[in-house]
C-alpha cells in the first residue's frame, strides 16, 4: 500500500487477485477498483494523486486515470516481473525494480516517456 502525495487522503494497493483498489483512509473502505488480467505486485500515485501506477505481473507498468477508471498509458522496458515502484521527490520520475535484476526510471514529465536503467 502506499499513501497519497497530495490532495484527498488516499491509498492505493495492489493484489494478487489482478486488482488494484483506490481506499479513503476513513473506514470506508475501497472506493474504486482497477481490475486487471494479471496480478498487481506494485502500485503508486502520480504527484497530484491523478493518477496511479501499477506494475503488473507481466512485466509492465499501467498508467490509470482515477477519474475515468481506465489506462491510459503501458509502460514496457523490464525482461521480468515488476517489484517495487516508488515517484521521486520531485515527481518527474517512476522508479522502480523488478525480479529482472534492474532499477529503472521512467520520466513522467517528458512528452515522450524514457526509461533510465540504472
Not at 482497477?34 to 509492465?60: C, E, L, R
Request: with cysteine; hydrophobic share 40%.
Amino acid at each position: 500500500m502506499l499513501p497519497f502525495r497530495r490532495g484527498a487522503p488516499l491509498v492505493v494497493s495492489g493484489s494478487d487477485d489482478g486488482t488494484a483498489k483506490l481506499w479513503e483512509m476513513r473506514p470506508k473502505g475501497a472506493i474504486q477498483t482497477f481490475p486487471d488480467k494479471y496480478q498487481i505486485t506494485a502500485a503508486s500515485f502520480s504527484d497530484i494523486s491523478d493518477k496511479i501506477f501499477t506494475g503488473v505481473i507481466d512485466n509492465d507498468i499501467k498508467v490509470r486515470d482515477i477519474r475515468k477508471g481506465e489506462v491510459t498509458m503501458t509502460l514496457e522496458g523490464h525482461q521480468d516481473m515488476i517489484t517495487g515502484m516508488q515517484l521521486s521527490p520531485d515527481g518527474s520520475y517512476l522508479l522502480m525494480n523488478g525480479m529482472d535484476n534492474t532499477s529503472s526510471a521512467f520520466g513522467i514529465c517528458a512528452p515522450l516517456h524514457h526509461k533510465i536503467v540504472v
